[in-house]
């Protein structure tokens, strides 16, 4: 998808459940994290409901249980991978990613160079 359709979408509130981010340019991709952060979810919301989580420090089961889980007191969870390029286990999310929960908007960014596969 293209950068200012995309931008459009969030800024309407109209979310993915999954968002991979990845290339070499790292500047879109921090826009378009930024962008989804701010408007995904209310500033009241963000302590239950966004979690963010750094690829060399993660494992799948622990993005697929975090993903899983029911918002709290708001319409979705936000859930930002960042870093995903040092995630070991990153294409075990493969499973999840084609059966999304409905409440989580999951990011993933993953930075200066194209996801192999």
């Known amino acids: 998808m293209l950068f200012d359709p995309l931008l459009k979408d ?3 509130k109209k979310f993915a459940p999954v968002y991979l981010l990845h290339g070499p ?15 995904a979810l209310q500033e009241h ?12 420090e993660a494992e799948h089961l622990q993005i697929i249980d975090a993903a899983r889980r ?6 979705r969870q936000l859930l930002l991978l ?3 390029q040092d995630m070991r286990s990153l294409q075990q999310l493969t499973g999840y990613v084609e059966k999304p929960a409905p409440t989580t908007v ?12």
């Not at 919301?45 to 060399?56: D, H, P, S």
């Open 106 to 117: 999951l990011v993933i960014s993953h930075k200066h160079k194209k996801l192999n596969g």
């Open 10 to 12: 969030i800024k309407a």
């Open 82 to 84: 960042r870093e995903a």
């Open 25 to 39: 340019e790292a500047f879109y991709i921090d826009q378009i994290e930024s962008a989804i952060e701010e408007h």
């Open 70 to 75: 029911f918002p709290m007191m708001a319409e």
């Open 45 to 56: 919301e963000r302590a239950f409901n966004q979690t963010i989580v750094y690829g060399k």
